[in-house]
């Protein structure tokens, strides 16, 4: 019969399962392969716990610990299933299927549909993925530190206990923390834009809605929604259309060069990891600027972010109207914005080629529209004739 291990430490809300098991192991003053062994496991280099744990390990796992089965598997990825992702395992339309039901800047019928191989939301297409920690968790806690099954993932900025910016840390893979105090930074409080939108995600991860100003939202629903928005902002220029103003705003808003710098479009999942935390705080900024009135989405669930209507305010009473808080631009300063795009993206470059293109295709004509963007700084030496 299989016996309860005599002392462990408990989990702690939203704890990754590796960082449990280097504790569990840690107290015996043994490896976690050897505490796997003990299971009746053996992990390798392709063993990814806090994304699936093998088949098996969960139920031994509660047997030893006295932890539910549930507990422990809100611990990987895999346990927040469907909620956070639709599958553990991914699909052809996957990518399709979780961006494309839902609409918050740009409307519905901008967005192409886009297959992404081997795609699952929010986790990172290769195993060695970046790890962030909390400096004042690490400064509260002694080693080995636990550590938050999030912050392998560009979900979250900043630590939902102490509200302070994730930082990289140098441990090695599986210490999940600095190597040593003294080379921890300083706790840096993060912006409350960014604390809103963290606070929501753990919400929603801890009790499975989120309470919007004027709505509560299921948890499912929220990180579609964010990964949504996120979408939004990376879209190219032909993606965004005249909705384009807005996702530039955001960006401007946020001191970020427009979609973090790509080159061209890429899923959130596959970029640096200062890249993906750029593109979270312009989600962030545009939901700061939805709920302001700032921003006026055009997206059907662009509404979720209106704020509270004013008690103060009669509504039997004819109220003045505001100004709305964008003007569209001229011609003169929309074709000003592309060219500028173009000279600096090689794929907004390559889009306005094929717009000024579209309709006459003679050698003549488009040897003229190389010449013009040749003199205007926009450089087409990867583009055929």
């Known amino acids: 019969m299989t016996s309860r291990w005599p002392a462990h430490p408990r989990p702690i809300v939203g704890e990754a399962l590796t960082s449990w098991l280097y504790r569990i192991a840690h107290r015996y003053t043994i490896t976690i392969d050897d505490l796997a062994f003990d299971l009746g496991h ?9 994304l699936h744990p093998p088949e098996g390990l969960v139920e031994q796992l509660a047997v030893r610990t006295g932890v539910s089965t549930e507990r422990i598997r809100s611990m990987s990825i895999s346990g927040y299933t469907p909620w956070l992702l639709d599958d553990i395992a991914p699909g052809p339309d996957t990518f399709t299927t979780y961006t494309r039901q839902l609409a918050v800047l740009l409307p519905e019928r901008n967005l192409r549909r886009r297959t992404v191989d081997s795609w699952r939301a929010w986790v990172p297409l290769t195993i060695d993925r970046h790890y962030r920690s909390c ?15 999030t912050w392998s993932l560009p979900l979250m900025l900043s630590c939902p206990f102490h509200h302070c910016w994730l930082e990289r840390h140098d441990g090695p893979p599986g210490y999940y923390a600095w190597r040593e105090l003294s080379s921890v930074p300083e706790p840096q409080e993060a912006p409350p834009a960014i604390g809103r ?7 929603a991860l801890i009790t499975g809605f989120v309470d919007l100003p004027r709505h509560h939202i299921h948890a499912g629903v929220w990180f579609r929604l964010l990964r949504t928005l996120i979408d939004e902002l990376g879209a190219t220029m032909s993606d965004c259309g005249a909705a ?3 996702t530039r705003k955001v960006w401007e808003q946020s001191g970020h060069r427009i979609r973090a710098g790509q080159a061209k479009w890429q899923p959130i999942e596959t970029l640096t990891p200062k890249k993906q935390e750029q593109t979270l705080e312009a989600a962030a900024v545009a939901m700061s600027l939805l709920e302001n009135g700032n921003l006026i989405g055009q997206g059907r669930e ?14 039997r009473e004819p109220q003045p109207r505001e100004a709305p808080a964008w003007q569209p631009k001229s011609l003169g300063q929309a074709l000003h914005d592309a060219v500028e795009e173009a000279k600096a993206n090689p794929d907004s470059a390559r889009q306005l080629f094929d717009f000024m293109t579209l309709y006459r295709r003679d050698d003549e004509y488009i040897e003229q529209v190389r010449t013009n963007f040749a003199e205007l700084g926009i450089y087409l030496d990867d583009l055929s004739h």
């Open 302 to 315: 662009a509404g979720l972010f209106l704020p509270e209507p004013d008690a103060s305010i009669d509504p």
């Open 42 to 50: 053996c992990f390798t280099r392709d063993t990814d716990l806090d």
């Open 244 to 246: 384009q103003r807005l």
């Open 135 to 149: 400096p004042q968790c690490a400064i509260d806690s002694v080693p080995p530190r636990p550590y938050l099954v």
């Open 197 to 203: 939108m963290d606070n929501r995600t753990w919400q």
